[in-house]
C-alpha cells in the first residue's frame, strides 16, 4: 500500500522537478541557441552555394563567350582559307585552259602544216604522174615509130 508522503519530502520532490524544470529550460535555451546557430549557418551555406552557383554560372556565360569568340574566328578562317583555296584553284584552271588553248593552238597548226604538205606532195605527185605518163607515151609512140621504120621503111634492097 502507498505510505503516506511527508511534507518535506513533497517539497523535496517539488524542488527536484522546479530543477528539473530549470534546468530543462536551459536546455530548451540552449537548443533555441543551436537552432538559431544552424539556421544561420544553414543560410549562410545557403549564400555560399548560392555564390558559387553564380560564379559558376558566371564562369560558364564567359566560357560560352570564349567558345563562340573561337568559333567565329574559326569560321572566319576557314571561309578565308576556302576563299584563296578557291582563287588558286580558279588561277589554276584559268592557266589549265591557257596551256590548252596553246597546245590545241599548235595541234591545229601542225594539223594544217601536215595537210598543207600533203596538198603539196599530191600535187608533186600529180606532176610527176604527168610526166611518167607523158614519157611513156613518148617512149610508146617512139617503140611503134621504131617498128614501124623497121616493118616498113628497113626492107633490104634488091
Known amino acids: 500500500m502507498a505510505e503516506p508522503i511527508t511534507r518535506s519530502e513533497l517539497s523535496q520532490v517539488l524542488d527536484a522537478i522546479q530543477g528539473m524544470q530549470a534546468d530543462m529550460r536551459v536546455m530548451q535555451t540552449a537548443i533555441q541557441a543551436i537552432e538559431k546557430k544552424l539556421d544561420i549557418h544553414i543560410a549562410t551555406s545557403n549564400e555560399k552555394f548560392q555564390r558559387l552557383e553564380d560564379k559558376i554560372d558566371a564562369v560558364e556565360a564567359k566560357l560560352e563567350q570564349q567558345i563562340n569568340a573561337v568559333e567565329a574566328k574559326l569560321e572566319q578562317r576557314i571561309n578565308a582559307v576556302e576563299a584563296k583555296l578557291e582563287q588558286q584553284i580558279n588561277a589554276v584552271e584559268a592557266k589549265l585552259e591557257q596551256h590548252i588553248n596553246a597546245v590545241e593552238a599548235k595541234f591545229e597548226q601542225r594539223i594544217d602544216t601536215v595537210e598543207s604538205t600533203l596538198q603539196d606532195i599530191s ?9 611518167l605518163w607523158g614519157f ?3 617512149l610508146l609512140v617512139a617503140a611503134v615509130g621504131l617498128l614501124t621504120k623497121l616493118l616498113f621503111f628497113d626492107l633490104p634492097r634488091p
Open 123 to 131: 600535187k608533186r605527185q600529180a606532176g610527176t604522174d604527168a610526166r
Open 136 to 138: 611513156l607515151v613518148t
